[in-house]
């Protein structure tokens, strides 16, 4: 049984930075591309980030870019998450999600797991 469980959400000032964690279990997980998607209240699910299985690339959507840090630890089944420069319209529930393929994408609906989520809130 495939698991994601992420942790290391919080609430944290504007400017702040935290650092989320994805354990995975399950599954072959340096064959599965990872990402990170975030949903605030109201909008629909969104791609923030996604490594490749060795690491060595890396995407971020726009608004993200130069702030946050996607990487991965194949022993340990493990991504993260760095965010830096936390702003207010970062708050959202953050989800890890696993794709059995080499090739990142941004859409959700082509990751076969996901985790529960993480609330991460960010204050003015």
């Known amino acids: 049984q495939v698991q994601l469980v992420e942790s290391g959400g919080g609430l944290v000032q504007a400017g702040g930075s935290l650092r989320l964690s994805c354990a995975a279990s399950?599954?072959?997980?340096?064959?599965?591309?990872m990402g990170w998607f975030r949903q605030a209240p109201g909008k629909e699910q969104e791609f923030v980030a996604a490594i490749s299985w060795s690491g060595g690339s890396t995407y971020y959507a726009d608004g993200v870019k130069g702030r946050f840090t996607i990487s991965r630890d194949n022993a340990k089944n493990t991504v993260h998450l760095l965010m830096n420069s936390l702003k207010p319209e970062d708050t959202a529930v953050y989800y890890c999600a696993a794709r059995r393929s080499y090739v990142p994408d941004v859409s959700p609906r082509v990751y076969d797991y996901w985790g529960q989520g993480t609330q991460v809130t960010v204050s003015s």
């Open positions: 399950g599954l072959t997980f340096s064959r599965y591309v």
